[in-house]
C-alpha cells in the first residue's frame, strides 16, 4: 500500500523533502515616498504609508537589515502638482529620483527598482499622453524613456514599466543604452491585468484615471493564455530583462507558463487588493496572517515566480528569520 504520509511525519522529514524555498531575498517591498514632512498611513491598507523622504531612508534600512531582495518605488504627487504630461516622472528633480538618492546615499548596496509609468503623475491619472479621451500609445513612449533614463541617472538598479504602452520595453532599453546606461536592466510588467484587486493601490498614489478605465492598454482577464504568451513574447524579444505577472494569486497559471516558455526571472505581484484582504481578515481575526501569508508566497514561489513584489514583504521576511 503506498502511504505518502511517510513523508510528512515530522517535521525533519517534511523540511527534507521539500522542494519550494522561500526566503527574504525572494520578497521586494513596494514603497510609497512623497515629499512632505510626515508619513501618511494609507487607510485601506493597514501598515504601509506614503512615506516622507526621512521615514522611507528608515524603512529601506529596515528591509535591508532584514534581508528582502529590495525595494520598488512609487511616487506620490499632490495633484495640483500634476500636468497632462506627467512631467513629474521624467524630473531629474521628481520625488521618485529624490527618494532613489537618499536610499542609494544611505544603503548604497540595497537594490532600488524604480516603477516607470505616468499615472501617478498625469492630472487625468491615466498611464499616458491623451488625444482627446484616448490614450496615445506612441507618443507616450517618448516619454516613458525620458523617465527611465531620469531614474537610472539619480541611482536606481533597475526600471520597471508598467504602463502596458506596446514597444515601451523597445523605446526604454533605446533610451537607456543611447544615455549611457546599457547596463541597467529591465523588469517588464509584461502581464499585467485591468484588475479590480489595484483599488488601495490607486487610494495610495492618488493615481485612479479621472475618466474611464485602463481597460484599452492593461490586459483582458478573460483573455486567455494566447495574450499573456503574445505580450510576454514581446517584451522579451524587445530586451526586457525579466517578466512580471500582475496581479499574483488569480494568475499564478500564468507565472507558471511563462516560467515554462521563457529563459529569464519571472515575477509576480502581490497586489493591494490581495494585501487588503488579508489584512482585513486577520484584523477580525477570520484567519491567522502569518501562516496565510507564507502560504500564499509558497503558493507563488511554487507556481515559478523567481521573486515577489509583496507589501508584506519585510513582516514575511521577519517571519521567516525567526523559523
Not at 69 to 85: A, C, H, R, S
Not at 190 to 195: D, L
Request: charged share 25%; aromatic share 8%; proline share 5%.
Amino acid at each position: 500500500m503506498e502511504r505518502p504520509r511517510r513523508l510528512r511525519k515530522n517535521p525533519a522529514i517534511r523540511r527534507l523533502v521539500r522542494e519550494v524555498t522561500l526566503e527574504p531575498r525572494n520578497l521586494v517591498q513596494p514603497l510609497f515616498v512623497h515629499l512632505g514632512k510626515n508619513p501618511e498611513p494609507i487607510a485601506s491598507m493597514p501598515g504601509q504609508y506614503r512615506h516622507s523622504l526621512e521615514s522611507l531612508v528608515e524603512t529601506a534600512g529596515q528591509a535591508r537589515e532584514a534581508g528582502v531582495g529590495g525595494v520598488i518605488l512609487f511616487g506620490v504627487l499632490p495633484q495640483e502638482e500634476k500636468d497632462e504630461l506627467g512631467h513629474g516622472a521624467y524630473d531629474d528633480e521628481g520625488v521618485v529620483q529624490k527618494a532613489t538618492r537618499a536610499i542609494k546615499l544611505h544603503y548604497p548596496d540595497l537594490l532600488v527598482i524604480a516603477d516607470t509609468c505616468l499615472c501617478e503623475y498625469t492630472s487625468h491619472g491615466h498611464c499616458g499622453v491623451l488625444i482627446g479621451d484616448e490614450v496615445a500609445n506612441d507618443p507616450t513612449l517618448e516619454l516613458l524613456g525620458k523617465t527611465a533614463v531620469s531614474q537610472a541617472r539619480a541611482g536606481a538598479d533597475v526600471v520597471a514599466p508598467s504602463a502596458m504602452m506596446d514597444g515601451q520595453v523597445r523605446a526604454i532599453r533605446q533610451a537607456l543604452d543611447q544615455a549611457g546606461f546599457s547596463s541597467t536592466p529591465i523588469l517588464s510588467y509584461a502581464v499585467k491585468y485591468a484588475s479590480a484587486f489595484y483599488g488601495p493601490f490607486r487610494d495610495a498614489a492618488d493615481s485612479a484615471p479621472a475618466f474611464g478605465d485602463r481597460s484599452s492598454y492593461q490586459m483582458d482577464p478573460a483573455a486567455g493564455v494566447w495574450d499573456a504568451l503574445r505580450e510576454a513574447a514581446l517584451d522579451d524579444a524587445e530586451g526586457a530583462d525579466m517578466l512580471m505577472v500582475k496581479p499574483a494569486l488569480a494568475y499564478l497559471d500564468l507565472v507558471r507558463l511563462l516560467k515554462e516558455r521563457f529563459a529569464k526571472p519571472i515575477a509576480a505581484y502581490l497586489v493591494s487588493g490581495e494585501y487588503s484582504m488579508i489584512k482585513a481578515a486577520a484584523e477580525r481575526g477570520w484567519l491567522d496572517e502569518r501562516r496565510v501569508v507564507l502560504e500564499a508566497l509558497t503558493g507563488i514561489r511554487r507556481a515559478g515566480a523567481q521573486f515577489i513584489l509583496t507589501y508584506h514583504a519585510l513582516e514575511a521576511a521577519r517571519w521567516l528569520t525567526e523559523g
